[in-house]
């Protein structure tokens, strides 16, 4: 198992839950908001789009936030976020997938 997946299996695996609250990510994305300033991302909704052992890819995004896709990779033995994107907003991997592949 790649170390990024070690990292994250140990960080949101929680039997068999997910719980994508406890990521500790440098350089957390932000969102404008109504107000013309940034905020930084809610993860209200999220999904995972993909994991392979070099980065993971999601969507997140408050109810009334744009969506931003980013990928978390592991970088000085941090997970770090990067390339962000405005986008809609997608679903991504089944709750079932993301344990098969962090297992």
């Known amino acids: 198992m790649s170390k990024l997946k070690e ?4 960080t949101i695996i929680d ?11 440098v350089n957390w994305p932000t969102t404008p908001n109504e107000d013309g300033g ?15 052992d070099t980065k993971m890819v999601m ?11 980013f990928d978390i990779e592991l970088i000085n033995g941090k997970l770090t ?4 994107k405005m986008d809609n907003f997608e679903i991504g991997l089944s709750h079932e997938d993301i344990l098969t592949i962090l297992k």
Do not use: H, M, R
């Open 7 to 10: 990292v994250l299996k140990n």
């Open 38 to 52: 940034d905020e930084k991302l809610d993860l209200e909704n999220w999904g995972i789009l993909s994991i392979t």
């Open 81 to 84: 976020a990067s390339n962000y």
């Open 15 to 25: 039997g068999e839950d997910i719980n994508i609250y406890d990521l500790d990510v």
């Open 59 to 69: 969507c997140a995004g408050g109810d009334w936030q744009i969506p931003v896709t």
